[in-house]
């Protein structure tokens, strides 16, 4: 690993932003670009598959979709080579527990699936007493999956095992700059357990860049789950207008870490640095701004620069962290912390150019001196940045917190359970872990997704798999009477009636 100064290229200008559909991709793989004849062939084969798969018990779904479980287990080594061939993850980060997040929401879904998509009675209320009401959860038909590139497998398998299980079938349009990890996923589908050919069409997987997403947004699916940037997401939710093609959005983050002062200072460092330069800060729900109360914040500082100084960057065992896997996201990085810079931040260790297996990085980078004037305090950085703010109290911290458009992840350390409860209760966000940072994304009964800019919807869990769902209301009559007392003609005694419940029901 060889470094070099600082020195980042000048902000784009809105003029020179490339169209939203655009490859944004300068050192992708090359794979071939699917044509829209192609995807439109694709959500065909989708569609073909999806009558035996949506009319397939849950059983049989779970029992086909049990062997991917194994697969991904037996076939570690190969995901782990895909997946590292194209981001420039090191092999722990692109094992080590999140594949088997994958595995741990199959095995969720195995267990729950079948009785969170039961029928549902409901109460179909006083009035109605004689009636009977349900509530039914249904396969959309085929889902559109548009996965990003900074965790390509679990971003990928997550949307798509969702679908499967609620009967739905599905097209993969994995990131341009990642994929061979959805051409492997492609390829283990296809060889899925003893009944590969029988359900053989369930997954079908299309590459390249914009062009092949927008195609994929126009071709009829049921339903669109993409996951990536703001800007992409709006893209995706215009072309799906046009349509009215529903769409499940999960964005980006910009994660708040608020640590009040009688907080178990050691373990909020290593909770700090772990979740703001995991994957090299690569992700949606990573710790991108800490705040921490006046008296924790020198010894808090002093233990972050301490762990983060032992930080190692590079490729293979024995290092930490890896690179930054875009080219075009290094140049975000480096405008926020130039624009810190310029408005009085101070870098206490890190922020050099690197290069880590051939790509272009920056060193983990801790900032102070910031605030909400900064780019960096306000916009998705997705890199190796941790920037520190100082305030005078936990009110202060969740104000900051919220002062944002953002609302994905979240979390609060400290000791008293009121001091917690209140910042909890308090934060604008899908989730918030307290005493821990991201993790919610990896327990597999808790829903996911955020508020404001951070998408609609969510994945994962009970909720995930009814979003995954076509909902339908049964009502059904009970008596058979020959005519209701509300049908035409309408009997004399039918408005005097209504003027009675309303007054002995509501008054």
């Known amino acids: 690993m060889s470094t070099t100064p600082l020195h980042s290229p000048p902000a784009p200008q809105p003029d020179q932003a490339p169209p939203p559909w655009a490859s944004l991709a300068p050192w992708a793989a090359q794979v071939p670009e699917s044509t829209s ?31 991917l479980r194994h697969a991904l287990s037996r076939q570690a080594e190969e995901i782990v080579s895909a997946v590292v061939g194209d981001t420039g993850k090191i092999p722990a980060e692109a094992l080590s527990g999140w594949p ?43 889902v559109g999956v ?18 499967l299980f609620a009967g739905s079938t599905v097209v993969l349009k994995p990131s341009e700059i990642t994929p061979h990890v959805g051409l492997e996923v492609g390829r283990i589908f296809a060889e899925l357990g003893e009944d590969a050919g029988k359900h053989s069409g369930i997954l079908q997987v299309v590459t390249g860049a914009g062009a092949v997403g927008e195609a994929l947004v126009r071709s009829g699916v049921d339903k669109i789950a993409f996951t990536g940037s703001v800007r992409s997401g709006q893209a995706v939710m215009r072309a799906a207008a046009d349509t009215l093609t529903p769409v499940l959005l999960e964005l980006g983050g910009k994660d708040p870490m608020i640590v009040l002062s009688d907080a178990d200072l050691e373990r909020a460092a290593h909770g700090a640095v772990w979740g703001a330069f995991t994957n090299a800060g690569q992700t949606c729900m990573a710790v991108e701004r800490v705040y921490v109360e006046d008296p924790a914040f020198d010894p808090f500082l002093e233990r972050v620069l301490e762990i983060t100084s032992r930080l190692r960057q ?8 890896g690179a930054i896997t875009w080219k075009r996201q290094l140049e975000v990085v480096l405008r926020h912390l130039d624009d810190a810079l310029s408005k009085g931040a101070k870098i206490l260790t890190g922020g050099h150019r690197v290069q880590v297996g051939g790509r272009e990085s920056i060193e983990p980078t801790v900032l102070v001196d910031v605030d909400h004037s900064m780019a960096v305090m306000r916009e ?69 997704g ?37 049908w035409m003609p309408l009997p004399s005694w039918n408005e005097s009636l209504a003027r009675a419940i309303l007054r002995l029901r509501h008054r």
């Open 146 to 163: 548009i996965s990003p590139w900074n965790y390509p497998l679990v971003l990928s398998l997550g949307p798509v095992v969702t679908a």
């Open 450 to 486: 955020g508020i404001g800019q951070s998408g609609l919807g969510r994945t994962h869990g009970i909720e995930g798999l009814r979003e995954m769902s076509q909902v339908k209301s049964v009502a059904k009559d009970r008596l058979g009477l020959s005519k209701e007392p509300y």
């Open 37 to 67: 004849e192609e995807v439109t062939a694709a959500v065909e084969r989708a569609r073909d598959a999806s009558i035996a798969w949506g009319n397939a018990s849950f059983k049989d779904r779970a029992r086909h979709l049990r062997h």
């Open 380 to 448: 998705e950085t997705f890199g190796p940045l941790l920037p520190i703010m100082r305030v005078h109290s936990a009110d202060e911290a969740l104000k900051l917190a919220n002062d944002s458009s953002y609302g994905l992840n979240s979390s609060v350390w400290g000791k008293n359970p009121s001091s917690i409860e209140k910042i909890v209760a308090g934060l604008k966000a899908g989730s918030v872990c307290v005493n821990d940072c991201m993790i919610s994304y990896a327990i597999p009964g808790l829903p996911f």
């Open 100 to 142: 088997d997040q994958r595995c741990e929401l199959i095995a969720y879904y195995e267990r729950h699936g079948e009785r969170a998509l039961q029928p549902r009675k409901v109460n179909p209320g006083l009035l109605m007493a004689y009636k009977s009401a349900e509530i039914r959860y249904e396969p959309l038909g085929v």
């Open 314 to 321: 590079g490729t293979g065992t024995g290092s930490d962290l």
